[in-house]
């Protein structure tokens, strides 16, 4: 089973769906580790109470990014992970934090990117008059929710809806998107290329064929 580190931020509900998945004894990943950068994050309450390794460290108590970011590296580090999720971590990584984990690292975002990455992103959605909405699950690399995507799923944007009511529904495909996302590249279905592209060596093309 390939070693999971999860940053967090947050509620950490998608955290939460990834080690329901985890629970499952032909599931290809468990998690090792659940880090956030929120000392009091809800979601490192719910990691300890499903009996996962914590460790918080707040931002204010390093003197500038790149140690706070070589706090995180080499607590990573420690845990050998093979794969790093980043689910609702709200802080852009540093090339130098990237390097060792190029390829490594997954991350959600709750647009189809690459409409609307960065904050307010169902706000902007709306306000653009879409239609519809959904997650996308991609490898990480120094832009802001760039790189290569893995797997998105959809929704509808209702009439009248909110950015909460939207976010809310965005986040119910999140839990299903996470999960089989993870196992295709737990699994290898799934790699990115040294040229920054998806390598398909599986026959899905959508978390929803999986
Ligand atoms: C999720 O909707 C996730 O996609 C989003 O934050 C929320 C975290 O919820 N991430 C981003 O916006 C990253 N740019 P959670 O803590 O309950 O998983």
């Known amino acids: 089973r390939k070693r999971i580190a999860v940053l ?3 509620t950490g509900s998608n955290m939460v ?22 000392p009091d994050a809800v979601g490192l309450e719910k ?16 003197s500038s990014k790149a140690e706070h970011e070589a706090a995180i590296l080499a607590a990573l580090d420690a845990v ?17 934090f990237i390097r060792p984990y190029q390829g490594r690292i997954l991350n959600i975002h709750p647009s189809l990117l690459p409409l609307f990455p960065g904050l307010h992103t169902h706000q902007r959605a709306l306000d653009a008059g879409m239609k519809i909405a959904g997650c996308t ?6 832009g802001m929710d760039e790189g290569p995507v893995i797997a998105q799923a959809v929704v509808p944007i209702l009439p009248n809806d909110t950015a909460e009511d939207l976010a809310a529904r965005t986040l119910t495909v999140e839990h299903r998107t996470y999960p089989l ?12 290329g040294s040229d920054g592209r998806i390598v398909q060596t599986g026959s899905a093309t ?3 064929d999986t």
């Open 206 to 208: 959508n978390a929803h």
């Open 8 to 10: 967090i931020s947050g």
């Open 17 to 38: 769906a990834l080690a329901k998945a985890c629970e499952a004894a032909d599931f290809p990943a468990e998690i090792v580790a659940v880090f956030s950068d929120k």
């Open 137 to 142: 699950v991609h490898f990480v690399t120094e």
């Open 181 to 192: 996302t993870l196992k295709l590249v737990a699994e290898g279905q799934v790699a990115m």
């Open 47 to 62: 990691a300890k109470a499903l009996g996962i390794a914590t460790a918080a460290f707040a931002r204010k108590d390093y």
């Open 80 to 96: 050998k992970p093979d794969l790093v999720c980043l689910a609702g971590y709200m802080r852009l990584l540093s090339g130098d």
